[in-house]
């Protein structure tokens, strides 16, 4: 009954608003603000309700722009293709001309989003520091996080291994600070990515393991399925065989359920 009541919740506010969605802009607005509030917990639901809205070409330019905003945000936590930059632009180039400065930049980072998924790597860490810059002091640090670990991953493909740990530090800590250990552990993973890359196996090592002991709080048998694989991967290149074998017998469990 738990399970179904937040289901049947949603469905309720859904009928609603869509009904009054057709009978004015203050009701455009209360689901693109339902929206909103769903994106994180339940991001599936965000888009349903996105997607749902008739006619959003009508709307105003305000609820277009935070809209367009929205859509690109839901799509990308639902790991729907972004295609190309038409939609998140529209938010970018109306809330260049407002005050709203950290709408713009969620928008020039998923322009980044955007950019990345196109492989114009530079044109993303362009967007990526350009959101940085823009956003207000105090403002979204869950956010904020996302950034400087997507500027990791990106400095981190155009071999950029320093700049690209320093990324995942400031990420890291603002995920300890805020107690999110599941992000937390992809900003080691990704510290330990960067020294494997540079054949430093021992510092590989140390972050991995950090991230190891990090995942065995969470539920989430696939990381540390990737984990003891990557644990793995040290351990043959230290030529140490036995531990290399049990990581990967470890692991594979894990990775076969993917």
Known sequence: MKKLLPAFLFFISFTILLGACRRGSHAVSSILLLADSLMQSHPDSSLQLLEAIPAPQK?????????????????YKNYVSLENDSLIQVAVDYFEKNSDRERLAKSYFYSGCVHREQEDISTAINLYLKSLRTMPQGGDSAFLSMVYNDLGD???????????????????????????????????????????????FDSALIYYQQALEMVLLLDYPVLLGVIYKNLSGVYNEQGEYGQANDCISRAIPYLLDI
């Open 154 to 200: 990106c400095y981190t493909d155009q071999n950029m291994e320093e700049t690209a740990r320093n990324m995942y530090r400031q990420a890291y800590a603002i995920n300890v600070n805020n107690h999110d250990t599941l992000r937390a552990f992809h900003n080691l993973s990704g510290i330990g990515g960067t020294f494997l890359l540079e054949l430093q």
């Open 59 to 75: 709307m105003g330019k305000t609820d277009r722009a935070w809209y367009a905003l929205l859509l690109t945000q839901a799509k």
